[in-house]
Nanobody, 122 residues
């Protein structure tokens, strides 16, 4: 019953920045988390970052630590992924997801957004 709507994807040059947004509706789990995943062609869907709605505890994949920042606006039920110092290897379809518990795997999340394309190229 949770719907996730993503926005902010697009084309950016290496070294540039992009901010993704994920608006959630129908959230019923008080202790829920939001996660960002990405999937490049020929690769498995990969964990990027996650955050708790309550408390704001965050965790990042090693590949994005120091470059990406996940945040949330509880009043707007919106989660953001600020991506800085983008590299060509960051190119992927990015998905937001929601789940009841802290998780870094796909099966830990119940609902998924439609995905938004991020392309890093010069």
């Amino acid at each position: 019953q949770v719907q996730l709507v993503e926005s902010g994807g697009g084309l950016v040059q290496p070294g540039g920045s992009l901010r993704l947004s994920c608006a959630a509706s129908g959230r019923t789990f008080s202790g829920g988390v939001m996660g960002w995943f990405r999937q490049a062609p020929g690769k498995e869907r990969e964990f990027v970052a996650r955050i708790m709605w309550s408390g704001g505890i965050t965790y990042y994949a090693d590949s994005v630590k120091g470059r990406f920042t996940i945040s949330r606006d509880n009043a707007k039920n919106t989660v953001y992924l600020q991506m800085n110092s983008l590299k060509s290897e960051d190119t992927a379809v990015y998905y937001c997801a929601s789940g009841p518990n802290l998780s870094r795997i796909v099966t830990g999340y119940n609902y998924w957004g439609q995905g938004t394309q991020v392309t890093v190229s010069s």
